[in-house]
């Protein structure tokens, strides 16, 4: 640990960051699965609700800068595939 005051609330600060970036790496993560997993059951209207709640959750983890943009594309362009392929 610093022993500057401005560096021990910096510490502080980023800690703060880091569990709320993971918070919300989670989300994303788990909106993912929620799509798979409808495809998986065959459902084509609950994966397609969970493909529009994934590209939001893609387009705030981009704008967050929790993950990169060629990262939710690829994602989106994965789910995408995976939702229209449901018959």
Known sequence: ??????????????????????????????????????VDAGDKEAAKTAFDAANKSLDKAVVNHIRKANYAARQKSRLAKLVNSIN
């Open 1 to 38: 640990m610093a022993n500057i005051k401005s560096q021990k609330k910096r510490a502080l600060t980023n800690l703060k960051r880091q569990n709320a970036r993971a918070g919300q790496k989670s989300e994303l993560k788990t909106a993912i699965k929620k799509v798979v997993a409808a």
